[in-house]
């Protein structure tokens, strides 16, 4: 069994320079090189990211004030979903693990929300966490022990422009460290006699070998897709969304924009993300091919930003538009013979929730503790291992996206009512879909182990509670029992948000924080 000492990378973009900037630092004697073509573009659409993403950094000793002035980067609190009830209300997805108020359970606000002598009542997320005004003042701060909760290294996630942080890492990072680099085409891979990759042939005729050959060519999955032939299971049956156009449009109003969210806005045939970047605000539309042309959807896009932006009809249509396919689905395996793919190449879901730099991140960091649990020999078990825990992230992410459109009630186009009514979501008889067979399912059938149960950072409730979906079964509160206990929990929601109303107050918003500690 031979030693992984020298791991060759294929590719560049963000899978590439994530992963190169990972094993450089983590495994310094070994070599590394990575080969990028400088035919194939990147585009900076500005990607989000969730607050798990820190521990890529932290894997990397990346620090704030350094690598996001370099990135156009923004701090990110929340994912919100805007209209996917059609009737243009906001749904917070807010980062962090719910304190409940230190005294209740989740169940406890579903209760409560289905008390119909209690009027207005407050939102899950004011229930669930303590910085909930954080997010409706748009404010920030680094340390304060009187928001519950409240932990800033745990919350945070970033906006950042995906093309600059790829950039970061190359030139700012890994290079430094002793990354072998070099600009080449692939146009030939070999097999040797057990199917492994011999090597792989460059346009100028060099010929590469390496003990690992990592995959981080994008959609295009040369090595893991193509060349070995991997088996690819789509999504595209219940996630319709295969294309995205994307552009971005100046600040009017800087200190009111740039907000702590990214905003996910259910529009005619698909939704719209609203990223903010430090410069510019990310825009772009995430469509499916079945119901738009691209010539369609960059319409849409113009006139939707026409119509809900500051910009004028001559800067919207002045912008340029980058446009983007897409292909929802995962391999079956990420790690096949001396191959481990990473990022879009070995699969890869729609951009709602912010999981494609997670997943980069997460299959990093699996791929890091192998080489690290028996410093660089790899058995079969091992890459098992590995493709056991990239897949158990992976089904759990699908779902939970699957989940956002199986709880929409949007239903007043020809897309809407295909994804709202003629899905059979529970149909799909496959382990991708556990979440949904299985996991949201038990919120009906184990109604009291699963509610008392619910891990302080799963965002289930958030989504259904936002898209009102309330399977806490109707006998329960018209059992009259839960009665006073309800308007103790409004009470108690009403005070302490009342008091965090005055409190976060005075904090500075995301701009001049920002201004103030990141952009010197």
Known sequence: MKKINKILIIGGGSSGWM?????????????????????????????STVQVFRQYTGMTGLIDEEWMPKCNATYKLSIDFTNWSGDGK???????????????????????????????????ENFAIGHSELLRQNKMVYEDDHINGWDFNDITGFQLDATLFANYLKT?????????YIQDTIKDVTLDYDGNIKSLISSSDREFEADLFIDCTGFKSLLLGKTLKTPFVSFGKYLLNDKAVATHIPYTDIEQEMVTSTDSYAHKNGWIWNVPLWTNIGKGYVYSSQFLTEDEAEKELK?????????????????????????????????????????????????LEATGLMFIGDAIEFLVDTLAARDGVVNSYDKSIFNKRVRQRAEYFVGFVIGHYAMATKNDTEYWKTITEDIDYLSIDED?????????????????????????????????????????????????????????????????????????????????????????
């Open 90 to 124: 906001t749904v917070k997805y807010p980062f962090g693990k719910g304190t409940w108020l230190n005294k209740y359970k989740p169940i406890d606000w579903f209760i409560y929300n289905q008390d119909k002598n209690i009027k207005n009542h407050y939102s899950y």
């Open 19 to 47: 992963t190169a900037a990972a094993l450089i630092n983590r495994f310094p004697d070994k070599d590394i090189t990575l080969i990028e073509s400088e035919n194939i573009s990147t585009i900076g659409v500005g990607e």
């Open 303 to 351: 006139e939707y930003l026409i119509n809900n932006t500051k910009c004028s009809k001559e800067i919207i249509n002045s912008l340029q538009y980058s446009h983007i396919q897409m292909t929802p689905g995962f391999h079956e395996k990420s790690w096949v013979k001396n191959v481990c793919a990473i990022g879009l190449a070995n699969g890869f879901i729609e951009p």
């Open 432 to 520: 991708w879909t556990k979440y949904l067979q299985v996991y949201m399912l038990e919120f009906f059938s184990e109604l009291i182990n699963k509610w008392q149960y619910l891990k302080p950072e799963d965002g289930t409730p958030y989504i259904m509670a936002g898209f009102g979906f309330n399977p806490v079964v109707d006998k329960i509160i018209q059992s009259g029992h839960h009665k006073e206990s309800n308007l103790k929990l409004h009470k108690d929601i009403e005070s302490y948000i009342n008091y965090q109303k005055e409190y976060v107050s005075q904090f500075p918003n995301m701009y001049n924080y920002l201004k103030a500690n990141i952009y010197k």
């Open 172 to 180: 700012d990072y890994s290079l430094p460290r002793g990354l072998n």
